[in-house]
Structures are given as structure tokens and as C-alpha cells.
């Protein structure tokens, strides 16, 4: 493989995906780097210039433009840090969410419909071509100083914030990968506030998971209401910590907590469309007892009900 070869292949990706071409109105009024900066601020809620730097390589003059271009546009506002007021975070405003999930909608679409024209049977060895591109490029890129690996990644109870993080990541997650509606952020605003106002810690419990100073995913452990059964739930983890092992750590902390506290099964509801937690929960001895399609979230899904003995050894 030459230069060349590379080069040539980057041209033609970014034609056939429309990264150069503004008559299809992806990205208007903003450009494609703003639109990223717009995502990574949608992402990240808790950033600054000098994490948005690091994240997207972009010039500090350049990434400052932008910031100006966004808070003229009442897409930012920027307060200072609560950990270092050197720093100021960026958050996005009302208007900046409406516009960052109206761009990541446009940007869905378009891939949606590039998507349509692949056969099924070759999208497998699409997804496998893309996955090695990734990998024997990713392996060969110098860590950015900030990178972090698995062994980085700790569990911990959550602090006053982080209750309301759950509930704000779980509605920005799923409405920009799935497009659920604001249902889904009611229900998890409900299940945290039920945790917060009445639980039991020593058979109810919340952990977070942190990397580099910041929550990344999270699950939580409550009783169910069938006697001798604990129910997880709200397990999330963050795009950019996926791979690390993060969702393996949280459920098998939920494991160890229902099987130390007497409960007898350990249960979880889910939709079909979350493939990679279910093969998490296959990988800890959880088993698929029970489907239902429904209508849920502005979302036609497959409700799942998995099941785990906890009076079965591990392994």
C-alpha cells in the first residue's frame, strides 16, 4: 500500500458520504468542524477548550473562532470550572442541543440512506472491512496524552451531581444513537428519583464508573418486587470509553452486590436494539427469558426480560 492508495481512498469517502458537499444542507448553516465541535459538546457535558483541543487536534486560535461563532449564536454559554476556575466550561444551551440533534438527524439520515442502497448480505462484510480499517490504523496512532486504558477506569459511589448525569445521558444517549423521544428521560428520571428519595443501601445501590476525573457509565442495583429479586438497571456507558471494559466492570459489581446480599435472582428488562449490552449480560450467565414488541419512546421495539441465578456458581 502506498500513499496514494490512501489518499485516493479518502477522496472517495468523503464524496460518497457528502463531507464536502454543502448543496445537500448536512451540516448548514454550520461547517463540517463546527458540526463535530457541536457533537462533542453534545457527548461530553462536562468539557472545556483545552479537553475539545485534545479530543478533535484542533488548532487553539481555530477552536476559539468557533466558541465565539457558538455563543454569538446562543448555542454556548461558558462559566467557570468548578474544579480549576483557571478553566471555563462549555455547555451547550437549549437552542445548542435543538441544533446539535438537528444536525446529528440530517447526519443519520444521510448515512441511513447510503446504507439502504448496501445488500444485507454484504453488510456484514462492510461493518468487518470498516472494523479492520479502524483497528490497524487506531493501533499504529500515537496515544494522545490524555488517552487512557481500562486499567484507568474505577467504580465508585455516586457524588450530589451524578444522579442527575444519569438521567441527562441516558435521554442525550438514546435520542442521538436510537432517537427516543423525551418518554425515555422520563422514565429514568423516575427510577433515579425513586433510588434517591427511598432505598436501602445495603441491597440498593448506584455505582459510577470514572475515567480520567469524569463519569463515563454507570448501573444501578434495586429490589424488585418479586421477594428474593434484585433488578438492574440504567446501564450506560459513555461512546468514547466504549471498549475499555467499562459495562463488563458495572454488571459484574451488580453481580457480586446481589449475590453477597442474599438475593436469589438477579433480573433486567432491555430492548432488542441494544446488542452490545446483551452480549455483556450473555458474557455474565444472564439468560433471555421472555420478548414482547411494543411501542415505546416513539420507537416500535422488542421489549426483553433476561433472568440470572444467583445460587449458580460463577463460571
Same mark, same amino acid.
Given at each position: 500500500?502506498?500513499? *496514494?492508495?490512501?489518499?485516493?481512498?479518502?477522496?472517495?469517502?468523503? #464524496? @460518497?458520504?457528502?463531507?464536502?458537499?454543502?448543496?445537500?444542507?448536512?451540516?448548514?448553516?454550520?461547517?463540517?468542524?463546527?458540526?463535530? @465541535?457541536?457533537?462533542?459538546?453534545?457527548?461530553? !457535558?462536562?468539557?472545556?477548550?483545552?479537553?475539545?483541543?485534545?479530543?478533535?487536534?484542533?488548532?487553539?486560535?481555530?477552536?476559539?473562532?468557533?466558541?465565539?461563532?457558538?455563543? *454569538?449564536?446562543?448555542?454556548?454559554?461558558?462559566?467557570?470550572?468548578?474544579?480549576?476556575?483557571?478553566?471555563?466550561?462549555?455547555?451547550?444551551? !437549549? &437552542?445548542?442541543?435543538?441544533?446539535?440533534?438537528?444536525?446529528?438527524?440530517?447526519?443519520? +439520515?444521510? $448515512?441511513?440512506?447510503?446504507?439502504?442502497?448496501?445488500?444485507?448480505?454484504?453488510? =456484514?462484510?462492510?461493518?468487518?472491512?470498516?472494523?479492520?480499517? &479502524?483497528? /490497524?490504523?487506531?493501533?499504529?496512532? =500515537?496515544?494522545? !496524552?490524555?488517552?487512557?486504558?481500562? +486499567?484507568?477506569?474505577?467504580?465508585?459511589? =455516586?457524588?450530589?451531581?451524578?444522579?442527575?448525569?444519569?438521567? *441527562?445521558? #441516558?435521554?442525550?444517549?438514546?435520542?442521538?444513537?436510537?432517537?427516543?423521544?423525551?418518554?425515555?428521560?422520563?422514565? $429514568?428520571?423516575?427510577?433515579?428519583?425513586?433510588?434517591?428519595?427511598?432505598?436501602?443501601?445495603?441491597?440498593?445501590? $448506584?455505582?459510577?464508573?470514572?475515567?480520567?476525573?469524569? !463519569?463515563?457509565? %454507570?448501573?444501578? %442495583?434495586?429490589?424488585?418486587?418479586?421477594?428474593?429479586?434484585?433488578?438492574?438497571?440504567?446501564?450506560?456507558?459513555?461512546?468514547?470509553?466504549?471498549?475499555?471494559?467499562?459495562?463488563?466492570?458495572?454488571?459484574?459489581?451488580?453481580?457480586?452486590?446481589?449475590?453477597?446480599?442474599?438475593?436469589?435472582?438477579?433480573?433486567?428488562?432491555?430492548?432488542?436494539?441494544?446488542?452490545?449490552?446483551?452480549? $455483556?449480560?450473555?458474557?455474565?450467565?444472564?439468560?433471555?427469558?421472555?420478548?414482547?414488541?411494543?411501542?415505546?419512546?416513539?420507537?416500535?421495539?422488542?421489549? *426483553?426480560?433476561?433472568?440470572?441465578? /444467583?445460587?449458580?456458581?460463577?463460571?
Amino acid at each position: 500500500m502506498t500513499v *496514494q492508495d490512501i489518499r485516493s481512498f479518502n477522496r472517495f469517502y468523503t #464524496n @460518497v458520504i457528502g463531507a464536502l458537499d454543502y448543496g445537500r444542507h448536512l451540516y448548514a448553516p454550520y461547517t463540517l468542524t463546527e458540526s463535530r @465541535v457541536l457533537y462533542e459538546l453534545a457527548h461530553s !457535558p462536562r468539557t472545556d477548550a483545552t479537553g475539545l483541543r485534545g479530543e478533535l487536534s484542533l488548532d487553539s486560535g481555530y477552536l476559539s473562532r468557533i466558541l465565539n461563532k457558538f455563543e *454569538q449564536d446562543g448555542l454556548i454559554e461558558r462559566t467557570p470550572s468548578r474544579s480549576d476556575p483557571r478553566r471555563r466550561r462549555i455547555t451547550l444551551t !437549549p &437552542r445548542g442541543r435543538e441544533t446539535a440533534a438537528a444536525l446529528d438527524e440530517r447526519s443519520r +439520515e444521510s $448515512v441511513g440512506a447510503l446504507l439502504a442502497t448496501v445488500p444485507a448480505d454484504d453488510r =456484514p462484510r462492510l461493518a468487518e472491512a470498516m472494523h479492520t480499517v &479502524r483497528a /490497524l490504523l487506531s493501533s499504529r496512532r =500515537p496515544a494522545p !496524552p490524555a488517552a487512557r486504558g481500562r +486499567e484507568d477506569v474505577v467504580l465508585r459511589e =455516586p457524588v450530589p451531581g451524578d444522579l442527575g448525569w444519569i438521567v *441527562q445521558r #441516558n435521554a442525550a444517549l438514546y435520542a442521538a444513537e436510537f432517537g427516543w423521544n423525551t418518554d425515555y428521560e422520563g422514565l $429514568v428520571a423516575r427510577i433515579v428519583a425513586d433510588f434517591a428519595e427511598d432505598h436501602d443501601p445495603h441491597l440498593e445501590r $448506584v455505582w459510577i464508573a470514572e475515567l480520567a476525573g469524569r !463519569p463515563v457509565g %454507570c448501573v444501578m %442495583c434495586v429490589r424488585d418486587d418479586a421477594p428474593g429479586t434484585a433488578r438492574l438497571r440504567l446501564l450506560l456507558v459513555e461512546p468514547d470509553a466504549r471498549g475499555l471494559g467499562v459495562g463488563d466492570r458495572l454488571v459484574e459489581a451488580v453481580v457480586g452486590f446481589a449475590r453477597d446480599g442474599g438475593y436469589r435472582d438477579l433480573v433486567l428488562w432491555t430492548n432488542d436494539v441494544l446488542t452490545a449490552a446483551a452480549r $455483556v449480560y450473555r458474557r455474565h450467565g444472564f439468560s433471555l427469558v421472555a420478548e414482547k414488541p411494543h411501542r415505546s419512546f416513539g420507537a416500535d421495539l422488542v421489549g *426483553q426480560d433476561w433472568r440470572l441465578d /444467583l445460587h449458580v456458581s460463577p463460571g
